[in-house]
């Protein structure tokens, strides 16, 4: 089992969508949790943290269900800009590295 | 701010052969770390320096080491290179646990 899966994808949406991407993690230890956003053949760069108490950016939500191991990412009217591949992102506590998940790929059509 | 700067942007390399590719952190990050994205996957962790000592290192062989140097910049250098060394080689600074700032990475092909 991959330490963090992601949906697959990929999602294609319309414009003014509510799209949301799932992520699972199987260290129970894991502390920090985060969603990064990748452009193509860009870097990736911090979208949001996770926080267990969930927490909002404008149109972006995270979610952390801790007894589940599950995170989420909820985008609601989606822009064209909104196009990237999103990474769900997991660090554990007392270990420097950061585990990835694979990304979803979302492409927000007009 | 400037940034974080990787070097060289691409570079092709024939197997067998070592590479080195650098990186300069974000002014005032003190860690760095090293990251390789292979096509259509996430970035894995190969290492982390932070104050010129490794401190944390991901399932990579051997043949991949780093350095960093006092003005925390960083190398990594991969020894005896394959055909599945081909990737996209992140680096990534930090100060102590705050959010990692990645480069825009080097493209390294390996023919």
């Known amino acids: 089992r991959k330490e963090v899966e992601q949906d697959p994808g990929p999602f294609n949406v319309p414009e003014g969508a509510t799209v949301a991407f799932n992520c699972t993690y199987s260290?129970?230890?894991?502390?920090?949790f985060f969603w990064y956003r990748q452009d193509c053949r860009k870097e990736p760069k911090l979208l949001m943290s996770?926080?267990?108490s969930g927490n909002e950016d404008g149109r972006f939500t995270a979610q952390l269900n801790r007894a589940s191991q599950y995170i989420s990412l909820l985008i609601r009217d989606s822009k064209l800009s909104d196009s990237a591949t999103y990474l769900c992102v997991v660090n554990m506590a007392g270990n420097n590295d950061m585990r990835f998940g694979a990304g979803t790929r979302l492409t927000v059509k007009p | 701010e400037t940034g974080v700067t990787q070097s060289p942007t691409h570079l092709i390399k024939t197997r067998g052969q070592q590479v080195t590719l650098r990186c300069s952190s974000q002014?005032?990050?003190?860690?760095v770390s090293w990251y390789q994205q292979a096509l259509g996957q996430g970035p894995q962790f190969i290492f982390q320096y932070y104050r010129e000592e490794e401190n944390g290192r991901g399932n990579f062989p051997p043949r991949f080491s780093g350095l960093q140097f006092p003005n925390y910049s960083s190398e990594l250098n991969v020894n005896a290179l394959e055909l599945d060394d081909s990737a996209l080689y992140l680096c990534?600074?930090?100060?102590?646990?705050?959010?990692?700032?990645f480069g825009s990475g080097t493209r390294l092909t390996v023919v």
């Open positions: 260290n129970s230890a894991s502390q920090s």
């Open positions: 996770v926080y267990s």
């Open positions: 002014s005032g990050h003190n860690t």
């Open positions: 990534a600074s930090s100060l102590a646990e705050s959010t990692r700032l």
